[in-house]
Every structure is written in C-alpha cells, then in structure tokens.
C-alpha cells in the first residue's frame, strides 16, 4: 500500500506533492483511492457471483456491475495516476476478507449476500460522491463523482429490487431504447 501514497505531503496545506503532474489535495485523494477500491471490491464479488450465483438475475446484475465499474476505472484511472496514485488499486483488506467469506458461499445463500452486500455498499458510495460532488477541490475529480452518481443510484435502485424479492426494472425509456435499436 505504500506505493499508493505520494512522494510527500505539505501537512500544513493538505495537497500532496505526488509524482503525477497535478497536485491533489488529502481529500480528493482519499476519494479517488476509495473510488477505486470500491471498483475493485464491485468486480470482485460481481466476478464471483457469475460463478456462484444461483438466480439468473443476480447474475445478469453481477454482469452489468463489472461492466459499469470497468468503466469507472477506465475514467478514474487517469485522473489517479495523473495525481501520483499508484494503479491498480488493489481491494483493501476488509474487502478482501468479505469476498473470502463470499467464496465459501454458493447458491442461494451467496445470493442473499451478495445482494444485501450491494445495496450496503452503494448506499455508502452515493453518499461518499454525493460529498465529493460538493466539496471537490479538484474539478475533474468533481466532474469524475458528479457524472458517477446515475449509475450508483441505478445499482443501488437494481440491488434494492432484487433484495425486497422483486425483478430489476430497467430505468424509464431503456426498453424503447431496446425497441428502436432492434428494428435497426
């Protein structure tokens, strides 16, 4: 984990000095490090859940998840390394010991976890981004929450449905979408 931490810090400022070209203050660092664990916690479980889930639903979210976090990192990635953040980061360790206990898991127990560890855990990230989108020092760490929030919001809406024992609907307008491009 060291690697993932900048050169050196000016305390009395809160802005790393990093090795990337910009500047970044402890803040928004802490963001975009948290950002990408999560990413990586998000593909991990998603991942396991392709291969231990036993509801076609929890699979077909499990694959939309590391689609969409794919992607996150794609567009985190070079504002990290940008700022001397080391990439890839790596799952913390919390993380990494609940997928543990996720791999022990199968069928519907691995479901029932998985799920409630979703919406637990999109909870907890749209209210991180949410903070972010406000008190950003960085704007493109600022743009980077901002534009981020729709999907989160969406995963936690699909997380939800699949908890209360419902079927994930998808958001208004996606199956005229499907409708048009498939008389293309």
């Not at 060291?2 to 203050?25: C, D, L, M, W």
């Not at 699979?59 to 976090?69: F, P, T």
């Not at 743009?143 to 981020?148: M, N």
């Amino acid at each position: 984990m060291v690697a993932a931490v900048p050169q050196f810090v000016h305390a009395e400022e809160g802005i790393y000095k990093s090795r990337g070209s910009t500047s970044v203050n402890r803040e928004d660092g802490k963001f975009i490090r948290h950002a990408a664990e999560g990413n990586a916690m998000e593909i991990g479980m998603a991942t396991l859940a392709l291969r231990r889930a036993q509801d076609p639903q929890v699979r077909a979210y499990a694959q939309k998840l590391i689609s969409d976090h794919q992607q996150s990192d794609r567009e985190l990635q070079p504002l990290a390394e940008a700022r001397g953040i080391a990439w890839p980061v790596p799952v913390s360790k919390s993380d990494t010991r609940e997928l543990d206990r996720a791999q022990q898991l199968s069928g519907a127990d691995f479901d029932r976890m998985a799920i409630n560890m979703w919406v637990k855990d999109h909870r907890n990230d749209i209210k991180d981004f949410e903070k972010e989108a406000k008190h950003a020092r960085d704007p493109q760490v600022k743009q980077f929450a901002i534009s981020s929030l729709p999907v989160l919001r969406d995963h936690l809406n699909r997380a939800e449905n699949l908890a209360s024992g419902g079927v994930i609907r998808e958001p208004a307008g996606t199956f005229r979408s499907h409708l048009d491009r498939d008389r293309r």
